[in-house]
Every structure is written in C-alpha cells, then in structure tokens.
C-alpha cells in the first residue's frame, strides 16, 4: 500500500533559521505531489505542488520543494523562517487517482 | 461563498446517537471528497463524488458510515448509531474535477462521549 513518511513530527526553529522538512513516499510509478499547510484555528491551505517539469517547485510565502524522484523525497524548504510560519505542514501524494495520501504531519513552532 | 464550507464545526454526540455533517463545496467544483482526521494524524480518505454519483467509498470505516450528494453539489455524511473510535475532524473538500488540486473546507470536529 501507498504510504507518505514526515520523518519530524515537532520543529522548534527561532527566527530567521533555515527551514528543512522531510516527505517520503513508497510509490513507484508517476506521482503528483502536494504540500498543504495549517495554520492555527484554520483549514489546510495548499501551499505546493508538483505534477510535472521542474523539480523545484516554488510556492507561496517563500517556501519550496524540491522532488528527487531516486530517493522518492519531496522535501520541503524555506531559507529563513518567520514567527508566522508556525503551523502544522502535511505532505501528500497522489498516484494514478484522486486519492491523496497524506503524512502525518510536521508541528512547525517558529520561536520570535 | 468563495471556499468550502462545513458545519456544525463543531459537533459533541452521545454514543448511540446518529449524526449529520454537511458540507457545501466552492461552486462548479465537480469532484468532492470527504476525509477522516483522527488527532495527531493526517487525513483519511473516507468517500469521493464526482457530482451526484459516489465513484468511491472505500475508505468508510464500517456500514454505520453513509454519504450522499443528491443534486451534485451539498453533501453531507452521516455516522450511525456513533462510536467513541468515531471522535475525529471531518474534512470536506472539492475540486474542479478529480485531478485537480483539492480545496479543503475548516472541518467538522467531532466528539463521542
């Protein structure tokens, strides 16, 4: 079966720090790939995604990820986090379908 | 409304009790989709529509679970005779058709007691 692995499930960063968050899957065969963000008191928001082309995705607010599909990872990355960053990040995969697969999710608590 | 809706937000039951969760999807969007999100995870597929008719449910957890979209665009799950193992949020969430990416509404937290 499909499976999505977010290897941290609590960040703590301060301000500023670089932003590093792991997204693995186990599926083989042609992915889309997604990252959706949660902030506090709201709904999951897209904040990502990769269908095809460049494997460097670029989405809102400064954050990227970037697909490397040998080691089936779609990591996501900010160069300089903010109070306002804090949230809860999930990662999600689909394949061949509408189903998406999602992580656990990464609790991310930037530090002002 | 300009995203995906859903209520009540919030929804406390008694065990044995039946209950109904609706959600409106963003207008045209043909594919809606319903999650189960237990506490510390993420999402579940549950159920998808693609307008009135359910291509998909084999995420529901049991038979006391049934949605329904009856003129392809409201939907609402309902959970019989509810379970505490049921406590979970319910996220909706719709697109313009099933490949598309999805747009989630702010879910239903539900507590069995």
């Known amino acids: 079966a499909q499976s999505v692995s977010q290897h941290n499930h609590h960040v703590i960063l301060s301000e500023a720090a670089s932003l590093e968050l792991g997204c693995n899957y186990s599926y083989g065969g042609t992915v889309n790939l997604f990252w959706y963000v949660q902030y506090p008191g709201q709904h999951l928001q897209l904040l990502l995604k990769?269908?095809?082309?460049?494997?460097l995705v670029k989405g809102i607010k400064g954050f990227e990820a970037e697909f490397i599909k040998s080691k089936f990872s779609f990591n996501l990355r900010k160069p300089s986090v903010q109070w306002s960053d804090t949230a809860e990040y999930f990662c999600?995969?689909?394949?061949?379908?509408?189903?998406?697969?999602f992580g656990t999710g990464t609790r991310l608590k930037v530090l002002a | 409304g300009a995203g995906v809706s859903q209520s009540p937000r919030y929804k406390v039951a008694k065990r044995g009790q039946d209950v109904a969760l609706r959600c409106d999807p963003i207008s045209g969007h043909v594919s809606l989709f319903w999650y189960q999100q237990a506490l510390g995870q993420g999402p579940e597929f549950l159920t998808y529509f693609q307008n009135e008719a359910q291509l998909d449910k084999s995420g529901l957890p049991s038979d006391r679970f049934f949605a329904e979209r009856p003129e392809g665009s409201v939907s609402t799950l309902k959970i019989q005779r509810t379970q505490q193992e049921d406590s979970a949020v319910y996220l909706c969430?719709?697109?313009?058709?099933?490949?598309?990416?999805?747009?989630f509404g702010p879910g239903t937290r539900l507590t069995v007691l």
């Open positions: 969430a719709s697109s313009l058709n099933s490949y598309n990416e999805q747009f």
């Open positions: 990769y269908f095809s082309g460049d494997p």
């Open positions: 999600a995969v689909v394949s061949g379908t509408y189903k998406y697969i």
